[in-house]
């Protein structure tokens, strides 16, 4: 397993949160968050997310808050790369950084297969009936499979949901679930698939991009976009790929281009 630069320290096999790092608040954001769909800020604190809410509320409480304006960026769990290789060897260290310009959080050896009782697939490269695993009941995870021109993860989030033949797509949550909740469960984590207070603040801050909630079929959406459904918002993929601009792992920044570019936001 490949843990990216500025990862905690593990004892005992727990991660220790980073206590070094003064509080951070993102303010103007969209939270990928089933408990908090409204939230337009968060707090990051002792290497977690300390807080989420709106932006009023949060400038009152968090006054003291080196804040961070990410306005229009939607905030995400990082994706994993759950066959990083096409073997079962340690993916190459030197591949971390990028790995974090794409947003990926956590490197795992490969191969493709069933493995922890997961089901890791590399989406761009391999057919699978996504949907009927998924009416099944296995958990998929996806990779790259040490291909990297495979490497980008909303590539994976595409083919499962876009590109694969109609009968086996499946939407773009359970997509985006399977590139970044079900690699955490191949390495033995538990992890909800969404950003809540009391988790490690492990997130990527994507640029401001058109954002939806897609269903199976074509062109209709099965969830509604009204926030009160709690249904988290991703980005359109008929438009391409949103660029991370911040990726951030136990409170540390591993990858930041925020504030760079007509995209970015700036500290103040």
Known sequence: MSVLPGAAERMGGVSAPNQSAPPVLYTGIVLYSAEDPEASA???ADGLIAWTGPEDSALVLHPEAERVDATGCLVTPGFVDAAATADGTDPDPAGDAAAARRGIVLRLPGPTGMREG???????????????????GTPLAFGSAGRAEDAEPWSWVRAAARTAPAAHRISDRAAFLAASRGGQRVAGRRHPGTLRTGLPATFVVWEPWDLTVRSLAEGVDSWSTDPRSRTPLLPDLDQGAPR????????????DD?????????AT
């Open 258 to 266: 925020l504030g760079r570019g007509p995209h970015g936001g700036d």
């Open 42 to 44: 968060m707090l990051v």
């Open 118 to 136: 997961v089901q890791v697939i590399a989406p761009v490269t391999e057919d699978a009936d996504y949907l009927g695993l998924v009416g099944e």
């Open 244 to 255: 991370a601009l911040r990726t951030v792992i136990d409170g540390r920044l591993v990858h």
